[in-house]
């Protein structure tokens, strides 16, 4: 081999070294991430955007509970409604995201029996001193709502038992929640073990 040959593959050996340390420091420069992957900053805000998503969700469906209820159960109106509308701003705040603690909890709800009637005038309820329909099975509150007991009773424990689900649904998510949204959910949760306790309570004193 000439002299002029050798010098002509030792600069091309040259040149594509030089290439490949390029290659490498571009890699290196770029963290390692493929091309169209997200990073660990955009994988974190989907994570909590799937998170937000979940918890509204969760207090949609509690909304959407207490309103199959009281469709089933006018007479229930009085008790549930306090709730209801705790239940309501919570499913909003989650939605937003907000900052801001949780709505109170009413601090006791009106005491109202299962068989009797609420605040009159009010839409849905069933007149004074009128009794209030009753079905022989299962009571259904629209054609996609769930499906509500006949007996009043059963439906406040069914009911019960929805919200203490919800609350620990809310409970651990807080592990990967961001701070401020923790303790939004912190708030919420407290409130729906709130609710839990009065429904239950409530029933039980009914009954004696």
């Excluded at 509308?85 to 995201?97: K, S």
């Excluded at 839409?123 to 996609?144: D, E, I, M, N």
């Amino acid at each position: 081999m000439t002299t002029v040959n050798r010098r002509v593959l030792l600069a091309a050996g040259a040149a594509g070294t030089a290439g490949a340390a390029a290659t490498l420091a571009g890699c290196a420069a770029g963290g390692g991430r493929e091309p169209g992957k997200p990073g660990p900053a955009e994988r974190a805000a989907r994570a909590e955007a799937a998170l937000r998503t979940r918890s509204a969700a969760a207090g949609r469906a509690l909304l959407a509970r207490y309103d199959a209820v009281l469709a089933a159960h006018p007479a229930l109106t009085g008790r549930l409604a306090p709730l209801r509308a705790a239940v309501a701003a919570h499913a909003t705040a989650l939605g937003e995201g907000g900052t801001t603690p949780a709505p109170p909890l009413p601090s006791s709800a009106p005491p109202a029996a299962p068989g009797s009637s609420g605040s009159s005038g009010s839409p849905g309820h069933a007149p004074t001193g009128s009794a209030p329909a009753k079905s022989t099975a299962t009571a259904t509150a629209t054609a996609t709502g769930p499906a509500v007991p006949a007996d009043p009773d059963a439906a406040l424990r069914e009911l019960a038992a929805a919200v203490r689900a919800t609350a620990d649904i809310h409970t651990a998510a807080l592990d990967t929640a961001p701070p401020e949204y923790a303790r939004l959910l912190a708030s919420v949760a407290a409130a729906g073990a709130a609710q839990t306790f009065l429904l239950t309570t409530e029933t039980e004193g009914d009954r004696g």
